[in-house]
């Protein structure tokens, strides 16, 4: 079994839609990102939480929220979906400390129509 | 602030040549460093680390990459190139310690047989 989960994998909706998408870990690790990768952009971070209580914001978080419901459980949000947010979406974990590797479940393919 | 450069976003290789892909960091301490793989329809994959020490690290699938301070660079080497190993490569730095990665816009690679 995977150990960091993602759904939908795949989702296409209309512009003004709130969307959430999900993400469920295994590994036990408090950190967990969520990033988005746009053709020639590479991932830019949105949103990272180091534990349950923690949630910061990252280079891009504009239109977004998430909420981390659990150790486990971090979901993101598009309250008001537009075409521009169109990207595919990873979600990652890591331990706690910066020589941890960052661990990604296999991405949301969002289309905004 | 922080950044990361890849200047090649594509390069073919023939199956069995050599492969260097090129990492440029801009970062004024010493930066953690990273590469990814991401094969096509997967979450990304570390291929190896930099955080001190010996400035030639080895990775996963006979990979390398060497640091080098004077040029601020963190290329990555194979010896020769498998068909598996047709992907996109992300260079990442860690911004500031805190496990919050910044990446390249990443290199396709593709391998002719």
């Known amino acids: 079994d995977a150990d960091v989960t993602q759904t939908p994998r795949n989702r296409i909706t209309k512009t003004g839609k709130r969307i959430m998408l999900e993400c469920s870990q295994t590994k036990g690790h408090d950190r967990m990102y969520w990033y988005r990768q746009d053709p020639g952009l590479g991932l830019r971070l949105i949103y990272y939480s180091f534990d349950v209580k923690d949630i910061n914001k990252g280079e891009i978080s504009d239109g977004y929220s998430v909420s981390r419901q659990a150790q486990a459980k971090f979901s993101l949000s598009l309250e008001s979906a537009i075409p521009n947010q169109t990207a595919l979406y990873f979600c990652a974990t890591s331990g706690d400390s910066s020589y941890n590797e960052q661990f990604f479940g296999p991405g949301t393919r969002l289309t905004v129509l | ?113």
């Open chain 2, 1 to 113: 602030a922080q950044s990361v450069t890849q200047p090649d976003i594509h390069i073919t290789v023939s199956e069995g040549a050599s492969l260097e892909l090129r990492c440029n960091y801009s970062y004024g301490a010493t930066p953690y460093l990273f590469w990814y793989v991401q094969s096509p329809g997967q979450g990304l994959q570390l291929l190896l680390k930099y955080f001190s020490g010996d400035t030639l690290v080895q990775g996963i699938k006979g990979f390398e990459a060497e640091f080098k301070r004077s040029q601020s660079s963190f290329n990555l080497r194979k010896p020769s190139v498998h068909w598996s190993d047709a992907a996109e490569y992300f260079c990442a730095v860690d911004s500031g310690g805190y496990n919050k990665l910044i990446f390249g816009a990443g290199t396709r690679l593709a391998v002719h047989p």
